[in-house]
């Protein structure tokens, strides 16, 4: 009998294992807004509107209330400071003040001009109030009476407020910072254009400053004369606060729950596994657990050792999906979304190995799980693929998945001989335009464009071939290609016709140099430079615009370059090659993908 219970316990035993591996829901705190949190002397405190402080001095799983002496259940925001707490309320109680680790509390004398308070900042033994009249208040002995901070300057209303060795920060409702270093006697306005919505947070850490807007955060390493958005990995970009817990930056937000970097703000990643109310109002953390408190979700806590990055896999592909036929020449490609990537990298290729001159996307940086409005050819074959990329830059790959696009016959397009060219070599080389799944291509070439007697009528499956024999001296010949889709499917391409003049004849240059074109390079092989010898190498298009120019310097006998082609798209192009001495050679040659 023993051994049917030891799997059932097991089994039980890896469950609850694996929903701990998420946040938790405490129990005994009101459904209410947790407005603040605090971790001190081994003790979490919760301040929960219109119910005022709870306590728990065991992880969270147990809460008792520790109201004495606080005469309002609205209350806003707590600090530490020294060894003093400070509990501010935001009806006109102010400032409550404890020495005793809660069990107690007394007002603070009626200093304060404005006594809602919205928020509390500490820089050492001193402590800064923001009221929720947009007022801010200072005190340097430990909450029992405060100072008015001059904000004169400031004339938008002020909403959030940070505090770091004698600076003090203040963002407004317009998304204008302020910055004081010398306690508020004079303001210096360190907003850019980036800036320019609500700040709902500030934090200092160091000499960084992250400021949390409704659209997001911004991130300064030289007190505000820079700005760079950090918005990478963010679904949720309403900020409600920042927190550093270890090396990470910690934020909550207003819709999305809580994130958190490891690289100062450049990747968040989410970390929402078991909230449901993603309304982030604070934030606490001792040795073991994070504490989150939310608008009307209570508290959850978490193993601080599961904030780690994800081991990000490979994304699954969505669509096109693998083997599908008459997909739309215009494609959406779509994936699903993979936990811990920062971004995406798409490939689509002719062929499923990839080779560099098959491919017809090659985007990386992609942020969304979709890369849309993909133009391909009718009538074709595509690979694709996509990498999930994690912070660190590496890649995990999918499987690739092929598909078929729809059936439209197209016209082949002639690239060369193009129309009205002067031919004055042999071999000929024809080439046309690759139509997508054919039967056959037809090449004729013929002294009349009726094509009634044609020198050249062949059938091939390739978009190029050439013709060695039979081309006389100065005639004029005409060609076209026929493309087979089918028994029933044949299109003609227009004609294009070419002039022949001596052919055949190679100078001495010509003879010195020699050409071997393949699908991704060119090669020429120089035979018999003069010693020191400088050789430029110029490459132009159709519209005579250089796009690819070297030189070097030959040591005289035979010398091999090999130019990269790759990055040219299909056309016609024409290669330039001088020498020092004075030779020149022109070549024309055409590039199809």
Same mark, same amino acid.
Not at 141 to 170: F, H, K, M, P
């Given at each position: 009998?023993?051994?049917?219970?030891?799997?059932?316990?097991?089994?039980?035993?890896?469950? !609850?294992?694996?929903?701990?591996?998420?946040?938790?829901?405490?129990?005994?705190?009101?459904?209410?807004?947790?407005?603040?949190?605090?971790?001190?002397?081994?003790?979490?405190?919760?301040?929960?509107?219109?119910?005022?402080?709870?306590?728990?001095?065991?992880?969270?799983?147990?809460?008792?209330?520790?109201?004495?002496?606080?005469?309002?259940?609205?209350?806003?925001?707590?600090?530490?400071?020294?060894?003093?707490?400070?509990?501010?309320?935001?009806?006109?109680?102010?400032?409550?003040?404890?020495?005793?680790?809660?069990?107690?509390?007394?007002?603070?004398?009626?200093?304060?001009?404005?006594?809602?308070?919205?928020?509390?900042?500490?820089?050492?033994?001193?402590?800064?109030?923001?009221?929720?009249?947009?007022?801010?208040?200072?005190?340097?002995?430990?909450?029992?009476?405060?100072?008015?901070?001059?904000?004169?300057?400031?004339?938008?209303?002020?909403?959030?407020?940070?505090?770091?060795?004698?600076?003090?920060?203040?963002?407004?409702?317009?998304?204008?910072?302020?910055?004081?270093?010398?306690?508020?006697?004079?303001?210096?306005?360190?907003?850019?254009?980036?800036?320019?919505?609500?700040?709902?947070?500030?934090?200092?850490?160091?000499?960084?400053?992250?400021?949390?807007?409704?659209?997001?955060?911004?991130?300064?390493?030289?007190?505000?004369?820079?700005?760079?958005?950090?918005?990478?990995?963010?679904?949720?970009?309403?900020?409600?606060?920042?927190?550093?817990?270890?090396?990470?930056?910690?934020?909550?937000?207003?819709?999305?729950?809580?994130?958190?970097?490891?690289?100062?703000?450049?990747?968040?990643?989410?970390?929402?596994?078991?909230?449901?109310?993603?309304?982030?109002?604070?934030?606490?953390?001792?040795?073991?657990?994070?504490?989150?408190?939310?608008?009307?979700?209570?508290?959850?806590?978490?193993?601080?050792?599961?904030?780690?990055?994800?081991?990000?896999?490979?994304?699954?592909?969505?669509?096109?999906?693998?083997?599908?036929?008459?997909?739309?020449?215009?494609?959406?490609?779509?994936?699903?979304?993979?936990?811990?990537?920062?971004?995406?990298?798409?490939?689509?290729?002719?062929?499923?190995?990839?080779?560099?001159?098959?491919?017809?996307?090659?985007?990386?940086?992609?942020?969304?799980?979709?890369?849309?409005?993909?133009?391909?050819?009718?009538?074709?074959?595509?690979?694709?693929?996509?990498?999930?990329?994690?912070?660190?830059?590496?890649?995990?790959?999918?499987?690739?998945?092929?598909?078929?696009?729809?059936?439209?016959?197209?016209?082949?397009?002639?690239?060369?001989?193009?129309?009205?060219?002067?031919?004055?070599?042999?071999?000929?080389?024809?080439?046309?335009?690759?139509?997508?799944?054919?039967?056959?291509?037809?090449?004729?070439?013929?002294?009349?464009?009726?094509?009634?007697?044609?020198?050249?009528?062949?059938?091939?499956?390739?978009?190029?071939?050439?013709? !060695?024999?039979?081309?006389?001296?100065?005639?004029?010949?005409?060609?076209?290609?026929?493309?087979?889709?089918?028994?029933?499917?044949?299109?003609?391409?227009?004609?294009?016709?070419?002039?022949?003049?001596?052919?055949?004849?190679?100078?001495?240059?010509?003879?010195?140099?020699?050409?071997?074109?393949?699908?991704?390079?060119?090669?020429?092989?120089?035979?018999?430079?003069?010693?020191?010898?400088?050789?430029?190498?110029?490459?132009?298009?159709?519209?005579?615009?250089?796009?690819?120019?070297?030189?070097?310097? !030959?040591?005289?006998?035979?010398?091999?370059?090999?130019?990269?082609?790759?990055?040219?798209?299909?056309?016609?192009?024409?290669?330039?090659?001088?020498?020092?001495?004075?030779?020149?050679?022109?070549? !024309?040659?055409?590039?199809?993908?």
């Amino acid at each position: 009998m023993k051994n049917y219970y030891k799997p059932i316990l097991l089994i039980f035993f890896l469950s !609850s294992f694996s929903l701990f591996a998420q946040w938790e829901q405490l129990s005994g705190i009101p459904n209410s807004p947790v407005n603040d949190l605090l971790v001190a002397k081994n003790k979490i405190y919760a301040v929960v509107w219109d119910n005022g402080i709870y306590v728990s001095s065991d992880y969270g799983d147990n809460w008792v209330q520790q109201n004495e002496g606080i005469n309002t259940t609205l209350v806003k925001a707590i600090a530490l400071v020294n060894t003093t707490m400070l509990v501010g309320a935001s009806d006109t109680n102010g400032v409550f003040r404890s020495t005793d680790n809660g069990y107690h509390w007394v007002r603070s004398v009626d200093s304060l001009t404005e006594r809602s308070v919205a928020s509390f900042a500490v820089d050492g033994d001193v402590v800064y109030l923001l009221s929720e009249s947009s007022v801010v208040f200072k005190s340097t002995d430990y909450g029992q009476t405060w100072l008015e901070v001059n904000t004169s300057e400031i004339s938008n209303v002020i909403t959030s407020l940070a505090v770091s060795n004698g600076r003090i920060l203040l963002g407004t409702n317009t998304g204008d910072l302020y910055l004081s270093t010398d306690d508020g006697k004079n303001w210096t306005n360190i907003k850019n254009q980036q800036i320019y919505s609500t700040i709902t947070a500030l934090f200092w850490d160091g000499d960084n400053i992250y400021c949390g807007t409704t659209t997001g955060v911004l991130f300064s390493s030289n007190l505000g004369t820079n700005w760079f958005q950090r918005n990478l990995g963010l679904k949720a970009k309403d900020i409600s606060l920042f927190r550093k817990i270890n090396n990470a930056i910690v934020i909550g937000t207003k819709t999305g729950g809580v994130y958190f970097s490891l690289d100062e703000g450049r990747n968040w990643f989410e970390f929402n596994e078991g909230i449901t109310n993603m309304t982030i109002l604070s934030l606490a953390y001792d040795k073991y657990y994070i504490y989150v408190g939310t608008e009307y979700g209570g508290i959850l806590r978490r193993n601080i050792n599961e904030m780690k990055l994800p081991e990000v896999t490979a994304p699954v592909l969505k669509y096109p999906p693998n083997g599908a036929t008459n997909v739309e020449k215009v494609v959406n490609f779509a994936w699903d979304e993979v936990n811990g990537a920062v971004s995406y990298h798409i490939m689509v290729a002719r062929d499923g190995s990839f080779s560099s001159n098959s491919i017809i996307v090659d985007k990386d940086g992609i942020t969304n799980t979709f890369y849309p409005s993909v133009v391909l050819k009718p009538n074709s074959k595509y690979y694709w693929k996509v990498a999930s990329v994690d912070y660190q830059s590496n890649e995990k790959w999918s499987e690739v998945y092929s598909f078929e696009t729809i059936f439209e016959p197209i016209k082949p397009e002639l690239y060369f001989p193009f129309n009205d060219f002067e031919v004055t070599t042999i071999p000929i080389v024809f080439y046309w335009s690759d139509c997508g799944k054919v039967d056959k291509y037809q090449l004729q070439v013929a002294t009349s464009n009726d094509f009634q007697t044609t020198l050249v009528d062949i059938n091939t499956s390739d978009t190029t071939y050439s013709v !060695s024999s039979g081309i006389e001296n100065n005639r004029t010949y005409f060609w076209r290609v026929i493309v087979y889709y089918n028994d029933t499917t044949k299109i003609p391409s227009d004609t294009f016709k070419f002039r022949t003049t001596v052919l055949g004849v190679e100078t001495e240059t010509e003879r010195e140099i020699h050409f071997e074109q393949t699908e991704t390079s060119m090669r020429i092989q120089f035979n018999d430079l003069q010693t020191k010898e400088l050789v430029s190498v110029e490459i132009f298009n159709i519209f005579g615009q250089s796009v690819r120019f070297g030189w070097f310097e !030959s040591d005289g006998g035979n010398n091999l370059i090999e130019i990269d082609l790759c990055g040219l798209s299909s056309g016609f192009y024409n290669l330039s090659i001088r020498t020092s001495s004075g030779k020149r050679v022109f070549k !024309s040659f055409v590039v199809v993908k």
